[in-house]
């Protein structure tokens, strides 16, 4: 795989009917190019992940946007009381 040029394949669209009767396409990546994508997270991510910020929660794992607005909520609750 390093030693050769990789070629990626064309992405297969699939037409689903939603339910206002709108076509929308769905792109299914190649699965030889969904576990590169894969492997090569899992190798960044273990690197990066320590460099960022505690209070980053944006697309990162075991957090979510739930969370970032919860700590938003307790410290403008904090802000409100004391201030």
Do not use: W
């Amino acid at each position: 795989m390093f030693n050769s040029k990789m070629i990626h394949k064309y992405v297969r669209f699939q037409e689903n009917e939603e339910r206002d009767q709108q076509q929308l396409q769905l792109g299914i990546a190649c699965v030889l190019d969904r576990f590169i994508q894969q492997a090569m997270l899992q190798v960044l991510e273990s690197i990066l992940e320590p460099t960022f910020s505690e209070f980053s929660y944006g697309f990162r794992p075991q957090r979510s946007a739930h969370q970032a607005v919860a700590l938003a909520q307790t410290y403008i609750a904090e802000v409100s009381v004391g201030g």
